[in-house]
């Protein structure tokens, strides 16, 4: 196990009812926010209601501010920047799923900043102050309401660029699992994909001992595994939709990460494909890993078969562990087909025209950056992947 720095500052308020809550946990940092939310659902739900009520009640004064949408974009959160400035909020209310997250999250850190807020998202700056930021979450998926990270998409060549620093871990999220009843079941899904994902990168590690995260990694993928289905089959259920959701905030608050190496090519490739296509995330997730893993296996076999066993329940063939690692790996494209995701670029309606451009966005101008922790990923790596995802 490698040294680590845990630390995670958002209070989590879970269960039935807590969006009720939101008044008395927003009041206790600020009596004017600005309330972000995205498109007719949360109005339509009557989510919206219940937190402006709440909001009210605990004498907070809020100014609104919807048209959030999947793969947030940069000029959206520039105008929130703007309306934060004109209204002299303090504070950020996300109320929706990671794209309302991550949006609030860049505006949190733009508003005290006197440069381009996309400085941040490239690398050419570094945060040092941010609003602080609350969430109601609808959507489990991204983990945005309990972690540093954000990503944007800036339309200006179609780049989609994360960023991640402590400042903009939100102070608290309100999870209650009954806002997610009536989520499509396509949007389930790819929540279970990205979910997934966010162990998956963190599982396959370089790291030779880590065996305690490894179980929780492995009991967070059967709990989607188990549960997603159950889901999709009766929405409804909340017993199955609140296992969803706390493993959707687990996956991705930095526990399941700790004392190990993490991979996150998988996460840089699907980027480029989200930014340029605008495909939704799980989905370009549930294309490229099952790919990636084709093309790295090779280099630890024994955990690619452990994943096999361990999350799977496949039996190893210590004979063949190369059988029993790439069965691991059909059977996580069958589990991603079964709840109707794609896992080929054919089934999303992506060619190959565009292949080349996203490669050379992932790999930098030059060609010469490398992706991923388990594998250092080259340009030609990344273009085999992606041809691998094809067909």
């Not at 720095?5 to 009596?31: L, M, P």
């Not at 096999?308 to 691991?328: P, Y």
């Not at 309606?349 to 388990?374: H, P, S, W, Y």
Request: charged content about 20%; proline content about 4%; glycine content about 10%.
């Amino acid at each position: 196990m490698e040294n680590f720095v845990f630390q995670n500052k958002t209070k989590i308020v879970f269960g039935r009812g807590t969006e009720s809550k939101v008044g008395e946990e927003t009041a206790a940092f600020a009596k004017k926010v600005l309330l972000h939310y995205g498109g007719g659902s949360v109005k339509k739900s009557g989510l919206h209601d219940k937190v402006a009520d709440s909001l009210k009640k605990a004498g907070v004064e809020f100014i609104e501010f919807g048209g959030a949408q999947p793969n947030p974009r940069l000029s959206l959160v520039e105008e929130g920047i703007g309306l934060c400035r004109k209204h002299g909020i303090k504070f950020l209310l996300a109320v929706g799923g990671g794209s309302v997250i991550d949006s609030v999250k860049a505006m949190a850190v733009g508003v005290p900043y006197d440069g381009d807020v996309w400085d941040f998202y490239c690398g050419k700056a570094t945060p040092s102050a941010a609003l602080d930021v609350g969430t109601v979450l609808t959507i489990p998926a991204a983990g945005s309401e309990s972690s540093p990270s954000s990503v944007i998409t800036n339309e200006n060549g179609g780049l989609k660029r994360g960023l991640t620093c402590e400042l903009i871990r939100p102070v608290f999220s309100i999870l209650n699992p009954e806002l997610t009843f009536t989520l499509p079941a396509y949007q389930t899904a790819c929540g279970a994909a990205d979910i997934m994902a966010h162990i998956m990168e963190r599982y396959f590690t370089t790291t030779k001992q880590a065996d305690f995260t490894d179980r929780l990694c492995e009991a967070t993928l059967k709990t989607i595994i188990h549960n997603v289905p159950e889901c999709l089959k009766n929405p409804h259920n909340y017993d199955a939709r609140a296992e969803v959701m706390w493993a959707g905030c687990v996956a991705h608050n930095d526990l399941l990460g700790t004392g190990r190496n993490q991979d996150w090519a998988s996460h840089q490739i699907e980027h480029e494909l989200s930014g340029m296509y605008d495909v939704a995330h799980g989905a370009g997730l549930a294309v490229i890993f099952p790919a990636w893993m084709k093309h790295v296996y090779t280099h630890n076999v024994n955990r690619f078969a452990q994943f096999a066993s361990r999350v799977w329940n496949i039996e190893i063939d210590f004979h063949d562990q190369e059988k029993t690692a790439l069965a691991g790996i059909v059977a996580l494209e069958r589990f991603f087909s079964s709840i109707g995701l794609p896992v080929r670029l054919k089934e999303m309606n992506i060619g190959e025209d565009k292949l080349q451009e996203m490669v050379d966005k992932c790999t930098g101008r030059n060609g010469a950056a490398t992706v991923g922790g388990f594998v250092p990923l080259h340009h030609k790596d990344i273009l085999e992947i992606l041809m691998q995802a094809r067909w």
